[in-house]
């Protein structure tokens, strides 16, 4: 990678080769949902592993350890509902539909040590890890690590190269090998902060009984942008094959066009379906290409290094037959901020084995625009501000800044927007319903 690096110069993509996907080439949903499910759905599941991109910390949200270890809804943390939801699915359909988790050296052992707790679960559980990849310096061009150790001062040289590792990881782990040998066909693809990314039988049903005979090799779930996902990675027609395009590769010139939501109008969920006899082939004849996204980082000391990084939807082009399917959006619910885990918290969504799905009792299928400011920024904040998850079927946009508590059973409906000036504090009082309304200034309630 580093090779290719050093070769090839500016943004990997040629601005005036980007062309629209032809339309066949992106389907809707509800045309492949149309289709049904046929009598032996048992049989199809059976051919199917489901992994999940279980390489990141839970650092931008302020927790120690790997981010799937943090609790989002009634105790649970993703990777128990990502469990529950695989279970219940092997247990309705009497299916054997295995667990794989694609770790990095930073979340392998803290996840290991929380697997025992599944053994009792209907879920086979399989792990391999990506690769550890060393931290470049940005003037000498060479790895700030002294050696290969991986302790002390050198655990800031080596980072995990992204998710486009998933094709030689998986495959250098020989459980590629062993899954195939299973009668395993399709691996489901995800990162397990998307609450939204569970087994799909139409899309699967899709793949495994293409309606042209075709086998398709590779499925990227797309879904509509709105205003805030102008940075989603895109899919593109380039030199006649689907491809991805992320906003790293865009040139300076084009990055407003690439965000615009008219000419580009659908993201990549990174949802993706791929066919694991495809992955085998490829990675045997070297013909997986990805671009390489440089992501320039400073480290604690001030060290300015690049990380040599690639996506796992990038290898979209190296497949046969690739189609985009257009989603609803309920299958993008990522968890990145604090703001996001309070929408997962509320009433907007139910809970049931391992799913969350849009309460029945809201109007409006949309999800409220929520920011909270940087008091609520690591979990333990937010949790200590919130003395229950108020009321959010109503809301549209909630704005929270500065050191706000809320009480109780606290309703928020409408636009409600509240901001404490430095130096003053909101004590949002128990039972207080707030519909449409501007909260500032200074309310303090104290305990009598």
């Known amino acids: 990678m580093s090779l ?10 040629d601005w005036g ?26 049989s199809v599941l059976n051919k199917l592993v489901v992994v999940k991109l279980n390489g990141g910390l839970g650092t931008s949200m302020g927790c120690k350890g790997p981010k799937s270890l943090i609790g989002v809804r009634n105790e649970n943390t993703f990777l128990d509902l990502t469990v529950q939801q695989i279970e219940h699915l092997n247990k309705t359909y009497n299916t054997d539909v295995p667990l794989v988790l694609m770790n990095s050296f930073n979340t392998d052992e803290d996840t290991k040590k929380i697997l025992q707790k599944y053994n009792h679960c209907r879920v086979k559980i399989y792990t391999f890890n990506q690769s550890r990849y060393p931290r470049i310096n940005k003037e000498s061009l060479l790895p700030v690590a002294k050696d290969v150790s ?26 590629l090998d062993t899954l195939i040998g299973e009668g395993k066909e399709y691996i489901f693809v995800s990162n397990i902060d998307n609450l939204g990314a569970t087994v799909d039988l139409y899309i699967l049903n899709h793949l495994m009984n293409p309606p042209n005979g075709k086998p398709c090799e590779f499925v990227m779930e797309v879904t509509n942008k709105t205003r805030a996902d102008v940075k989603g990675g895109t899919l593109t027609q380039y030199e006649g094959k689907l491809r991805l395009v992320e906003i790293a590769q865009v040139p300076k010139a084009h990055v407003d066009e690439f965000k615009s939501v008219s000419k580009f109008k659908i993201f990549n969920t990174n949802n993706l379906w791929i066919s694991l006899a495809a992955v085998k082939r490829l990675q045997e004849q070297n013909a997986i290409d990805m671009e390489i996204i440089v992501n320039p980082k400073t480290l604690d000391g001030g060290l300015n290094v690049i990380q040599l990084e690639t996506a796992v939807g990038a290898a979209i082009k190296s497949f046969e037959n690739s189609l985009g399917i257009n989603v609803p959006r309920s299958r993008f619910l ?4 604090t703001s996001d885990l309070l929408l997962v918290m509320s009433n907007l969504y ?36 919130f003395e229950s998850i108020p009321d959010m079927l109503e809301l ?6 500065g050191d706000v508590t809320f009480g109780k059973n606290v309703s928020l409906k409408g636009t409600v927007i509240i901001i404490a000036n430095h130096g003053d504090r909101i004590d949002i009082p128990p039972g207080a319903v707030l519909e449409n309304k501007i909260v500032s200034g200074n309310l303090r309630i104290l305990d009598h």
């Open 4 to 13: 290719r690096f050093l070769q090839e110069k500016g943004p990997s993509v």
């Open 17 to 42: 080769k980007i062309q629209r996907p032809p339309e066949d080439s992106i389907q809707p949903y509800e045309k492949i949902k149309a289709r049904g499910l046929p009598d032996n759905i048992s």
């Open 350 to 385: 139910s809970l049931n084995a391992g799913s969350l799905t849009m309460s029945e009792k809201r109007e409006f299928p949309t999800v409220p625009l929520v920011k909270l400011g940087s008091s609520f920024t690591k979990v333990q904040d937010y949790l200590r501000r």
């Open 396 to 401: 549209d946009h909630l704005t929270v800044s």
């Open 334 to 337: 990522p968890v990145k901020t």
């Open 150 to 175: 991986y302790s002390g001062e050198n655990t800031e040289a080596w980072y995990p190269p992204g998710h486009g590792d998933i094709y030689a990881s998986f495959y250098n782990s020989g459980l």
